[in-house]
């Protein structure tokens, strides 16, 4: 079924270049946070991810996190360095706070991109909010 695949498929959030963005003609890009950002015990932004967030930045893309982490606190403090809003609690797969995103950033569907790791939340959300879904895999510790 279709509704469970993504739109396209990446090793890693570093894959989805900002050349690619802006060819793809992404003007917002909603994010899921664990093991597509960060590792699950990742406490702070890892350097790529800051790399990564100025460089989506610097080619107009707003970055939005939305996940479905409940600890408030911990995802603000994550955050706030990388300058990047971040929607807690989302309850992905419903597609509430992807289109209240969208809404908020006045950015429509066909401009609109969820990435995430997990098509049970971050892949259905995109469908049912009518944007395209992105998958990374499961982020690993690079040694
Ligand atoms: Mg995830």
Known sequence: MTIFRA???FERFEDVTPSLLKKENVKLLLCDLDNTLRLHSEKEPADELQEWIKDCHAAGVKVVIISNNGRKKMMQKFCEPINVPCVWWAKKPMSKKLTE???????PPEYTVMLGDKWSTDVLAAKFAGVRAWKVEHRRSVV
Request: charged share 50%.
């Open 101 to 107: 995103a969208m809404d908020k950033y006045k950015t």
């Open 7 to 9: 739109d396209k498929n």
